[in-house]
């Protein structure tokens, strides 16, 4: 501040002098040479604060270099690329793509190798390798703003730190109106966060935290509030773990409260789905809110020249999002067996999560990820019984050479799930029988985004559950589902949808046949800049 006092006070005194000479009457030679030396004087002295005021501002910039930079893009929000970049999409220059889930690396990735597109987390990571479309496994198109005021807008809320370490804050309300053919809509929806009554439905209003804890390590937390049918208040830790941000190797750790990188639907949160439900596949074997618990996870980018990670995760397994493993059931009953809901007993009763995915651009507008992923653990339908899923998934997108903000595009994703279920006699060996059911589904679904700001979308599902004399759960009904539905985003912090489903349940020993017809209308807005998910 003194500096700029000196200099406006030296500034006047070299317009007053140059005034004064301007005015005065012809003077001695030596009066006007002597008045010169002065202005000269006064000239060298305000330059010199002028640099000094210049290096000490450039000393700064320098110390808040480290701050961060606008969070990554909205998951599942056409939050694009072009309106707040991230350094590394900035710096992107392998492809003409943009895809921030399925690639980016590390600055870890050693010369000539490319490095972790993907973290722990599937977050996208620093760095450019495969591609970056943000928009190849996000639910929308990445920017659809026509009000240009998207950058400003997408910065995010940080606090603390000096820059080298802040948080960044979101909030997400995703809402409902359900009408359906059935009154046990609750039954026919697989999901804990899709529509579960007729009429108005609040199943996922989220607050989300993300930032840099140290130069060591990233924080991330989701919290989840639901409304139940009687419109009472839920609250779930959906999310809350901490990751590596600087292991050698192309490694990373992840410990804390997570989903499990399980196929493409598993690890991301609703808000980025194509559709307002989850498949019937993944709700029915994997369960209502998905594979997630407390555990470890590690990952490591394979240096090969297309991308290429391995992944392999260890959780607790237990309790609901241990669906298809310790999960004691409803009022201790699952498949009609009296639990053992028992405490661990060693390695075995956990639930070991391995992944493995690649992705390769197959032109500078077309790019395909293919993953195949496992769980396998105990379950407590018996004090042996043990559960095993596999899984494989498959992503192809397209995106035009002259895309707008993301459009065209066409998107087409498909996942295949098979279970090994061994239903034991339960508790005190209290049931007639010990059953294995081998269960099997997948779902398919082509997104089309065909004018900038809309996208059209169709998706099919079905779901074969072994028949059983002994097992009459409504959960174990084989079926099917066709939908389709139309999403607009207005700007990348809303979108609305309207989809149609018709559900097709199969008869079995128990249950009859019989067909569903549901419509939602969708609706989501966005408070701050949503950290990326995985998608």
Known sequence: MNKFILIGVAAAALTSARAQDDASKPAASSDVESLRQQVQALTETVKALQQQVKDQQAAIDKTNGTAPASSPNPEGSPVAAATSPSPAASAATHFATEDASVVSSTSNAPAGLPGPGVNANGTATSGSFPTTDTSVVSSAPETISSTGAGASLTQPISIGGGGKNYM?????????????????????????????????????????????????????????????????????????????????????????????????????????????????????????????????????????????????????????????????????????????????????????????????????????LAGVSGAFGSNETGADSRTQIYGADFLYKWKSANAEGGFPFVKWQTEFMYRRFEAGRGMNESFPIAETFHDWGLYSQVLWGFKKGWVAGIRGDYLDKEDSRFTDDFERQSRSRISANLTWYPTEFSKIRLQYNHDFLYENFFLADRDVDSVFLQFEFILGAHGAHKF
Do not use: C
């Not at 590596?244 to 196929?263: C, E, I, M, R, V």
């Open 168 to 368: 960044n804050i979101s909030f997400d309300g995703l809402f409902a109106l359900a009408g359906s053919s059935a009154r046990d809509l609750d039954h026919i929806e697989v999901g804990d966060h899709d529509p579960q009554q007729r009429g108005f439905n609040a199943r996922n209003i989220e607050l989300a935290f993300d930032g840099a804890v140290d130069p060591y390590f990233e924080g991330f937390a989701n919290i989840v509030f639901k409304l139940n049918n009687d419109n009472e208040t839920e609250v779930e830790v959906e999310e809350a773990f901490l990751q590596t941000t600087s292991l050698p190797f192309n490694l990373q750790l992840k410990a804390g409260q997570f989903f499990a990188a399980f196929g493409r639907i598993n690890p991301t949160h609703p808000h980025t789905w194509d559709f307002a439900d989850a498949p019937i596949v993944h709700g029915r074997l994997l369960g209502p809110d998905g594979l997630r618990g407390v555990g470890a996870q590690i990952s490591w980018i394979v240096p090969v020249p297309w991308y290429s990670q391995l992944i392999f995760g260890v959780q607790n397994g237990r309790g609901g999002t241990g669906y298809s493993f310790r999960n004691p059931g409803d009022d201790g009953m699952f498949f009609d067996r009296r639990t053992t809901d028992r405490e661990l007993r060693g390695l075995q009763d956990f639930v070991w999560i391995p992944r493995w995915e690649n992705s390769v651009d197959l032109s500078p507008t077309q790019v395909v």
